[in-house]
C-alpha cells in the first residue's frame, strides 16, 4: 500500500473513534436519551467504513496503518453492530497477531467479545458484566492469569480492583 493511502486510512480510523468518543461524553451527560440515536449512527458508519476497508486491504494492522490506528480500528470493531462481521475480523486479527502485525491484545479482545456475544465462556477475562462489576464467564479459569499475561494483560483481579475503584 502506497504510504500516503495508509496515512488516509490511519486519520480516517483515528478521526472516527475520536468523535465516537466525543458522543459517548455528551450521551454520559445528556438527560435523555437524545444522544444514543447519534451514537448508534455513529458506530454504524464507523463499521461500514471499517468493512471497506478490510474488504480492499485486509485488516488495518499495525503494520499497515500504526499502532493507534490499529487500536481505533479495533474499537470500531467492538462496537460494530453486526456479529458476523466481528467473527470475520476476529479471525483475520488472529492472523496478523499471529505474524506480529499487531498486538495479540488486540486478538484478545476481540475473541472474548465474540465468545460472550455468542454466549460462550471467554478466554482471557476481557469483558465485565456492567451491571455486577464481574467477568462473564471464562473458560478454564485457573489458567486464566496465564493466559493474560502471555497476551499483556495483568491479573483480572488487579483489573478488577481498578474498575471498581472507578478507574
Not at 475473541?111 to 467477568?135: F, I, N
Request: charged letters at 25%; one cysteine or more.
Amino acid at each position: 500500500m502506497v504510504p500516503a493511502l495508509a496515512a488516509a486510512l490511519a486519520a480516517e480510523l483515528l478521526r472516527r473513534v475520536d468523535e465516537e468518543r466525543r458522543l459517548m461524553r455528551q450521551a454520559r451527560t445528556a438527560s435523555g436519551p437524545r444522544w444514543h440515536p447519534a451514537l448508534a449512527r455513529c458506530r454504524e458508519d464507523g463499521a461500514e467504513a471499517l468493512a471497506t476497508v478490510v474488504h480492499r486491504y485486509g485488516w488495518p494492522a499495525a503494520d499497515l496503518v500504526g499502532l493507534p490506528a490499529s487500536t481505533a480500528a479495533l474499537m470500531i470493531l467492538l462496537h460494530a453492530p453486526c456479529l458476523d462481521f466481528q467473527l470475520k475480523c476476529r479471525d483475520l486479527i488472529a492472523d496478523a497477531a499471529a505474524d506480529g502485525r499487531c498486538p495479540a491484545l488486540h486478538h484478545a479482545y476481540i475473541a472474548d467479545h465474540c465468545a460472550v456475544e455468542l454466549g460462550r465462556p471467554q478466554y482471557y477475562g476481557t469483558r465485565v458484566d456492567p451491571a455486577t462489576l464481574r467477568p462473564y464467564p471464562v473458560r478454564r479459569p485457573r489458567t486464566l492469569d496465564e493466559r493474560r499475561r502471555d497476551v499483556g494483560l495483568g491479573p483480572l483481579d488487579e483489573q478488577l480492583r481498578r474498575l471498581r475503584a472507578g478507574g
